[in-house]
């Protein structure tokens, strides 16, 4: 039993960074041995002790040991080819859009679905198309008409071909309109909503709608000038007794005289979300559509308009939507607590917006990777915090471990002395993997600054080692110099720790973490050299991002470990 525990514990550590969840090891544990249900007390006992000691080994001692078992883990079943699915109808170049609304930059939610979007007219060497939806003049953020495309080129990686504003093509959506009204196709209806809404479920038309065609032309041109707002709305006519009542005549146009950021008070007819959508989809050669599976009924009330105007129907893909449980991704309800000072701003670090990921130094394919692994599905997900970043940290792991140099960073830094330790000169490679980057080099003898929290971790007699420098020993009040010899720590050591020497130009860092915390401590010299912008990994702390270089400090922001 104690074998069975301690192989699936070992490899579940292994793949998680060194740390092993009991959860995740029972279930692989009672599926090799099921006898060992009869006596679950003690097996969940002995799983909690096993997993306790092998995480306490550090991620390098538990691949040693794991390589003993290798050959008794069950056989890792490829991975499925993640990919998107083929679009239909493709004869033309295939031209999409994303359309968010101005009420903030973009989180993750637009993430998912942009990336998607992004990666299709990429695949197919088409063009996609950002399309800002501003035709509700009472809830826009004026910021984010430069917000929203800043963050779509860098989220698709420069594969925008065009940022477009519904409110600068006004013009547009009144002809269609004005159209509609000369073919018979619409009408404008002076009921309140309450009487409305009365008739229609009764599958009854209103009295407006029996009125003539000229009749109605009037009152088009009266929505320009003396309606007031709720006064009139314009229609489509559909069928009446349609299943849906949604279906039923629903409104294209209504009166609205709030200001407008870009328009001002210019305008005082605005199309509502199916015209505006419409038009601009047929005015833009849109061939395909990516959209949430909650719009399928405003793509059924679409077709009507694209069936009265002989125009051809794009292709249309649902999706289903991605819960961020535990994340605040209400544009106004952060804007509200940004502006009463409770957030820095949208790139506060403790937000789930583009901006702030960027800060902390995510890279738009991790989240590309991320929405292709989820896929095109119309499948809802829930998806909590810690789900996740598990998740996007593993795939921007795998695009930056490559790239991020190595350096030591010492959080709250104390100084001790190792009894009977050399002088020594530490040559480290700047990344394990690309000897061709070169070194970093230290000057060491027998003072060092350590973490307060590896510090803590000491028991008499027990060898630790500092990395790649030298072995010691506590022994009761002192620290007592044992060897240089790394294959003594694999016979001997319990853990790793880095370090700096207490000599030389070290620099003042603070690390942000996501919680909004900072970490002071040390980090080696050599950080002085970096950009704004740099991505490095702090050895047994986590990846980081340069952000800001002042006088006497270096700020960094954690991404993850």
């Given at each position: 039993?104690?074998?069975?525990?301690?192989?699936?514990?070992?490899?579940?550590?292994?793949?998680?960074?060194?740390?092993?969840?009991?959860?995740?090891?029972?279930?692989?544990?009672?599926?090799?041995?099921?006898?060992?249900?009869?006596?679950?007390?003690?097996?969940?006992?002995?799983?909690?002790?096993?997993?306790?000691?092998?995480?306490?080994?550090?991620?390098?001692?538990?691949?040693?040991?794991?390589?003993?078992?290798?050959?008794?883990?069950?056989?890792?079943?490829?991975?499925?080819?993640?990919?998107?699915?083929?679009?239909?109808?493709?004869?033309?170049?295939?031209?999409?859009?994303?359309?968010?609304?101005?009420?903030?930059?973009?989180?993750?939610?637009?993430?998912?679905?942009?990336?998607?979007?992004?990666?299709?007219?990429?695949?197919?060497?088409?063009?996609?198309?950002?399309?800002?939806?501003?035709?509700?003049?009472?809830?826009?953020?004026?910021?984010?008409?430069?917000?929203?495309?800043?963050?779509?080129?860098?989220?698709?990686?420069?594969?925008?071909?065009?940022?477009?504003?519904?409110?600068?093509?006004?013009?547009?959506?009144?002809?269609?309109?004005?159209?509609?009204?000369?073919?018979?196709?619409?009408?404008?209806?002076?009921?309140?909503?309450?009487?409305?809404?009365?008739?229609?479920?009764?599958?009854?038309?209103?009295?407006?709608?029996?009125?003539?065609?000229?009749?109605?032309?009037?009152?088009?041109?009266?929505?320009?000038?003396?309606?007031?707002?709720?006064?009139?709305?314009?229609?489509?006519?559909?069928?009446?007794?349609?299943?849906?009542?949604?279906?039923?005549?629903?409104?294209?146009?209504?009166?609205?005289?709030?200001?407008?950021?870009?328009?001002?008070?210019?305008?005082?007819?605005?199309?509502?979300?199916?015209?505006a959508v419409f038009v601009d989809d047929v005015e833009l050669g849109i061939t395909h559509i990516l959209r949430a599976k909650d719009h399928m009924d405003n793509a059924k009330r679409q077709e009507y308009l694209y069936n009265y105007?002989?125009?051809?129907?794009?292709?249309?893909?649902?999706?289903?939507?991605?819960?961020?449980?535990?994340?605040?991704?209400?544009?106004?309800?952060?804007?509200?607590?940004?502006?009463?000072?409770?957030?820095?701003?949208?790139?506060?670090?403790?937000?789930?917006?583009?901006?702030?990921?960027?800060?902390?130094?995510?890279?738009?394919?991790?989240?590309?990777?991320?929405?292709?692994?989820?896929?095109?599905?119309?499948?809802?997900?829930?998806?909590?915090?810690?789900?996740?970043?598990?998740?996007?940290?593993?795939?921007?792991?795998?695009?930056?471990?490559?790239?991020?140099?190595?350096?030591?960073?010492?959080?709250?830094?104390?100084?001790?002395?190792?009894?009977?330790?050399?002088?020594?000169?530490?040559?480290l490679m700047k990344h394990p993997e690309h000897k061709k980057r070169g070194y970093r080099e230290f000057k060491t003898h027998d003072r060092f600054y350590i973490s307060k929290d590896d510090l803590k971790l000491f028991k008499d007699?027990?060898?630790?080692?500092?990395?790649?420098?030298?072995?010691?020993?506590?022994?009761?009040?002192?620290?007592?110099?044992?060897?240089?010899?790394?294959?003594?720590?694999?016979?001997?050591?319990?853990?790793?720790?880095?370090?700096?020497?207490?000599?030389?130009?070290?620099?003042?860092?603070?690390?942000?973490?996501?919680?909004?915390?900072?970490?002071?401590?040390?980090?080696?010299?050599?950080?002085?050299?970096?950009?704004?912008?740099?991505?490095?990994?702090?050895?047994?702390?986590?990846?980081?991002?340069?952000?800001?270089?002042?006088?006497?400090?270096?700020?960094?922001?954690?991404?993850?470990?």
């Amino acid at each position: 039993m104690e074998d069975i525990i301690r192989k699936y514990a070992l490899d579940n550590a292994v793949k998680f960074e060194g740390k092993a969840n009991p959860g995740a090891v029972i279930g692989k544990v009672l599926k090799e041995d099921p006898s060992l249900k009869e006596n679950m007390k003690e097996v969940s006992k002995e799983i909690n002790s096993i997993i306790k000691d092998v995480n306490s080994l550090g991620l390098e001692r538990q691949k040693k040991e794991l390589e003993k078992y290798a050959k008794d883990l069950p056989e890792k079943k490829p991975e499925k080819k993640k990919g998107l699915k083929e679009l239909k109808n493709v004869s033309n170049k295939v031209v999409m859009r994303f359309e968010p609304s101005p009420s903030g930059p973009m989180h993750l939610g637009h993430a998912y679905a942009l990336s998607l979007n992004s990666e299709y007219t990429r695949k197919y060497d088409g063009k996609l198309i950002l399309r800002i939806a501003d035709t509700n003049p009472e809830n826009i953020y004026e910021p984010a008409y430069e917000l929203l495309p800043e963050d779509g080129v860098w989220l698709t990686k420069k594969n925008i071909s065009k940022v477009f504003v519904q409110s600068e093509n006004l013009g547009k959506y009144y002809d269609y309109a004005e159209k509609l009204v000369s073919m018979g196709k619409a009408y404008v209806c002076e009921c309140s909503s309450d009487r409305f809404r009365e008739l229609i479920f009764k599958k009854e038309q209103c009295p407006c709608r029996r009125l003539s065609k000229k009749e109605h032309e009037e009152r088009y041109a009266k929505m320009f000038s003396s309606y007031k707002p709720g006064e009139a709305v314009l229609r489509l006519k559909t069928e009446l007794n349609h299943p849906n009542p949604a279906m039923r005549d629903f409104p294209l146009m209504r009166v609205n005289e709030h200001e407008h950021p870009k328009q001002g008070t210019r305008y005082r007819v605005w199309p509502l979300m199916n015209l505006a959508v419409f038009v601009d989809d047929v005015e833009l050669g849109i061939t395909h559509i990516l959209r949430a599976k909650d719009h399928m009924d405003n793509a059924k009330r679409q077709e009507y308009l694209y069936n009265y105007l002989g125009k051809p129907i794009p292709e249309t893909i649902f999706i289903g939507k991605i819960n961020f449980e535990g994340m605040p991704m209400s544009c106004s309800k952060v804007r509200v607590l940004i502006e009463e000072g409770k957030y820095s701003g949208w790139d506060d670090i403790r937000l789930p917006f583009l901006r702030a990921l960027k800060r902390r130094g995510y890279t738009p394919e991790a989240f590309i990777i991320y929405a292709l692994d989820v896929g095109v599905t119309q499948t809802d997900k829930s998806v909590d915090k810690e789900e996740f970043f598990k998740a996007l940290n593993h795939f921007n792991k795998e695009i930056i471990d490559d790239k991020s140099d190595r350096y030591f960073f010492v959080s709250e830094p104390e100084e001790i002395v190792i009894e009977g330790a050399p002088e020594q000169e530490v040559k480290l490679m700047k990344h394990p993997e690309h000897k061709k980057r070169g070194y970093r080099e230290f000057k060491t003898h027998d003072r060092f600054y350590i973490s307060k929290d590896d510090l803590k971790l000491f028991k008499d007699g027990e060898m630790v080692r500092l990395m790649d420098c030298l072995n010691f020993k506590k022994k009761k009040d002192k620290f007592v110099f044992d060897s240089t010899d790394h294959s003594k720590y694999k016979e001997e050591g319990r853990y790793i720790i880095h370090w700096l020497p207490a000599l030389g130009n070290l620099v003042d860092a603070e690390i942000l973490m996501p919680d909004g915390s900072l970490i002071k401590g040390y980090a080696e010299s050599a950080v002085s050299r970096l950009k704004v912008g740099d991505i490095v990994q702090f050895e047994r702390v986590g990846f980081c991002r340069l952000d800001k270089k002042e006088k006497d400090k270096i700020i960094f922001w954690f991404g993850h470990r």
